[in-house]
């Protein structure tokens, strides 16, 4: 029961943190506009009808939508069928599993509302551009990085 309380506590503040974030930026910067932070980092007010990074983003079509909304719910059904196969005692895993869930549930809610998901956070360097993304793109790569870590680190203990 503990491992559910990490996973969706994890992720009911992530999703929290994430919409309060998008918040702020919808309520202070118009739309598809930003303001300079510094000499490589803008905060824009974006949207994006595909995945993290702009990824497959094409407003004019629709499958998008139902595709990652589908996709969420999926991704919601594997994390809890991982926590219910795991060690109750692998908090590192149980804690990768929240930050994919909290991360997923902050985009999920996007989509719910916008019909897409809101961007802000804005790097660039030079000539290099890197897409925009939000708090949820985050806590996807990094529950996704430890989750690989988790699993490489029960391969390495396998082996031995």
Partial sequence: MKRYLVIL???????????????LVVD???LW??????????????RNSGAAFGLLNQPETTWQF?????????AAGIIFYLAKTADEK????????????????GNFID????????????????????????L????ICVGVGLLLLTLFAKEQKRKA
Avoid: E
């Fill in 9 to 23: 506590g994890m992720a009911a503040l992530i999703a929290g943190a994430d919409q309060l974030t998008k918040k």
């Fill in 28 to 30: 202070s910067i118009p």
């Fill in 33 to 46: 506009s930003g303001l300079r932070v510094t000499d490589f980092f803008n905060m824009v007010h974006f």
């Fill in 66 to 74: 139902w595709f990652f909304m589908a996709a969420s719910i999926a």
């Fill in 90 to 105: 692998n908090r590192l895993l149980h804690s990768s599993l929240g930050f994919i869930l909290g991360g997923a549930a």
């Fill in 111 to 134: 989509r719910v509302r916008f019909r897409n998901v809101v961007d802000f956070l804005d790097f660039h360097l030079g000539g290099w551009h890197w897409p925009a993304f939000n």
């Fill in 136 to 139: 949820a793109d985050i806590s």
